[in-house]
């Protein structure tokens, strides 16, 4: 049977001869036509590498790492061996400790594996039995967030679980201890960087071994993407932070077996679905040969366990149910890229605190994943592929040399200090809002494909949480690259409410149906992202005659839609009516604007514009 179906391949491929990539490259440069393949088919990352339109097996030859499989150092392949499993964890900031038990509690009875309990207001054992009331903390993690002294969370949870005869040795779960995270959030120590080593060190010598499945220290690297970092710059610092923590603490007598094992590496997971499957792959090989500069004995704590949480960065309050599609293709690049485990956040997390539906929803795309779509059945899914396999190593080139030059100017602390660590990741974020301005990255609903008939003041239960002024050294804050289009947005509906009107944008399309249909589309998304109301028209046979519709109808913006060869036409017979009554835009782009400006226009939208500047001008202008 086996000589048959070998007979049969051989058969079958028989009839696709093989293809070389010079073959390849000489049917592209045919297409093309002339036209520079590498700036019409070659993608620059903003991490700053190329990538290709296509790879080859010939594109594996330099990479090292692919005789390694799953379980084998360096750990791109994961550390699972026979399957993907991960932990289904779910994670409650809610400093009100009943309602924050509630919904830990349903999540626990509802197919989450883990969850991560709010424990700022917990000072006390009764709060503590409170918090974990109708919980087994046997079958489900605990982890033990926003707390303010980690040293007495973890005395009042052993007090619990003696008082309840559970043995320490079955809980398993983690603190969120990372004061290198606060720092970074507040531009200061808490305390002293020294103060907070020596905690550290009493952390891991009282609980170390009485708790011996508790991970008690934590790199919330994910702060850095949610603050607008790049992929490179967050595991490129991830790795800086925890050599600073492993460093100081080998130092203080813990061994790095103990400290690496009882680590979590918190990760952003964002909306580039094949990056950030590379990325978790990459940040294994880089983390596995950074540990193993420390020299551990065990084999073991070369392996990351990575926590995977989707991106605060990309979500949206205006169609906010889109946000379940970006965790969506979240939490499948952080399965497929081989977490440990895995925060599916809440959808409506940019303007309500999570309650049962949202919690639910987000609980079930990873249960979904799991139970239906078997995402939990392979080892590295990923392993393999020409083209994630070029992202991983690219990514870890890139990450690693950022890591050597950070560690050349004296490690994680010291370019914290002198503002790199700052500086780098506010370049990053303002490289972000330049093409989010551009709708060079989309966020749809909100720069693009805006809801028309949405509003969402009403809506709004979260007040943005509050810059603090820079403390010692310039600190990074988390943000939503959605916020300055909603500013916008919001503004158009305080006038609303203030006024019982919204501003009116009317189409004037004449000419050419194919593109005056296109260029009023283009003008509806553009002056949808601001919640204008629009004015569409099915067509005017010439330009005073939608001139006159236009002023009947007030509206403050009116834009001319038609072709590149009857605009002129169009704009003789359209502006001198509209001229001083109406703001004049043309959609579209004229090889010169000059004469179109004197005839009245002011304003030309098309797929260069910067969006925001543009949409704040009218702002501006109009909401008086």
Partial sequence: MENKMDNKRERLFSDFPPVSTEQWMEAITKDLKGADFNKKLVWK???????????????????????????????????????????????????????????????????????????????????????????????????????????????????????????????????????????????????????????????????????????????????????????????????????????RLTDAGIDIDTLASRTTLVLGTGSDYFMEIAQLRAIRLLWAYMVDGFKPRDEKSKMP??????????????????????????????????ADSICVTDFSEAFRPSDGFSARIARNQQILLKEESFFNHVADPAGGSYYVENLTMDLAKQAWNLFLEVEEKGGFVACLQNNFIGDTVASCAAKRDADVAKRKIVLTGVNQFPNLGETELDNLQLQPEAVESEGDFKAVHPYRGAEAFENLRLQTEVFQKKTGRRPRVFLLTSGNLAMRKARAGFATNFFGCLGYEIIDNAGFENGKQGAESALASGAEVTVLCSSDEEYEALAAEACPLLAGKTCIVYAGMPADEAPFRALGVSEFIHVRSNVLETLSRFQEALLK
């Fill in 45 to 247: 990352t903003p991490d700053g590498f190329d990538v290709r339109p296509f790879y080859r097996a010939e594109d594996l030859e330099h990479i090292g790492y692919l005789d390694a499989g799953p379980g084998q150092f360096p750990y791109v392949r994961g550390h699972k061996t026979k399957d993907n499993n991960w932990e289904i964890r779910q994670d409650f900031r809610i400093s009100d400790v009943a309602r924050c038990n509630g919904l830990a509690v349903e999540a626990a009875a509802k197919g989450a594996d883990s969850v991560g309990l709010c424990v700022r207001d917990v000072e006390s054992l009764d709060q503590m039995e409170q918090l974990l009331h109708g919980m087994d903390v046997v079958k489900t993690g605990v982890h033990f967030l926003c707390s303010t002294h980690y040293g007495t969370t973890l005395r009042l949870f052993m007090e619990y679980l003696q008082k309840h005869g559970i043995p320490a040795r079955k809980v398993y779960g983690s603190i969120d201890f990372d004061p290198l995270h606060y720092a970074l959030r507040h531009g200061r120590f808490y305390a002293s960087w020294e103060e907070n080593m020596a905690e550290a060190v009493a952390i891991f010598k009282e609980y170390a071994t009485r708790l011996p499945n508790f991970r008690l220290l934590a790199v919330n690297a994910a702060t850095l993407s949610d603050a607008g970092a790049y992929h490179i710059q967050e595991m490129a610092f991830a790795l800086n932070w925890a050599c600073e923590y492993f460093s």
């Fill in 305 to 338: 366990f990575i926590h995977a949480k989707t991106s605060y960065w990309n979500k949206s309050f205006y169609d906010p149910y889109v946000n379940m599609l970006r965790t969506t293709t979240e939490t499948m690049s952080a399965a497929i890229g081989g």
